[in-house]
């Protein structure tokens, strides 16, 4: 609690959750690095493991065949990688570059195909 109060200048846990409340996604997500810190403590071990579940649902919609490598990009690529599933942990792997590189690859890919 006391990183939080911290990190958002707020000086109880009323203020706090007014500042919550005023907070945008971009505000909410200069809180990772917090929960990751506190990977120790129940409840940010909690939403660690329930991002990497959620990471795990996207891994199952976005190759249904689970013969992809999946990679992890940006910041809390790397601290997640424990919190996915025991059952997709065997094809995690290294980034080659930057999700805005591989987003264009599977669309120049696709767009090959549909040009015959």
């Not at 958002?8 to 505000?27: F, I, K, M, P, Y």
């Not at 996207?58 to 601290?79: E, F, K, N, Q």
Request: net charge negative.
């Amino acid at each position: 609690m006391q990183a939080l109060l911290a990190h958002t200048g707020a000086h109880d846990r009323d203020s706090l959750v007014v500042w919550l409340c005023e907070a945008n996604q971009t505000t909410y997500a200069k809180l990772a690095p917090i929960a990751v810190a506190h990977r120790t403590h129940p409840f940010a071990a909690q939403l660690l493991h329930d991002a990497g579940a959620e990471v795990g649902k996207m891994i199952d919609a976005l190759d249904p065949s689970l013969t992809l490598p999946v990679a992890m990009c940006g910041w809390l690529g790397a601290p997640l990688r424990e919190f996915v599933p025991a059952a997709h942990q065997p094809r995690l792997c290294e980034p080659l570059a930057d999700s805005a590189h591989g987003g264009l690859q599977l669309a120049q890919r696709e767009a090959a195909k549909l040009s015959g």
